[in-house]
């Protein structure tokens, strides 16, 4: 997850759109990135799971507006 931002970078600026595994990034900084590039209008989406409260179940997250 410390590299999820470098290796997608390349993606998003090409405009393709991109899905990150679970966790999306290592560190807030890199998620502040993710961040303002999802506010520009890169696509990205996030997946994980639910484990909490219930056995099985996926929770997605789009970062898109």
Known sequence: WDRHLELA???I???VKVFIDKPI???MKD???FMALA???AQILEQGLR???QRRGALAVALTP
Do not use: W
């Open 9 to 11: 970078k390349p993606f």
């Open 25 to 27: 990034v290592g560190n």
């Open 13 to 15: 600026n090409k405009g």
């Open 31 to 33: 998620l502040q990135e």
């Open 51 to 53: 484990r909490r409260k």
């Open 39 to 41: 506010d520009s209008g």
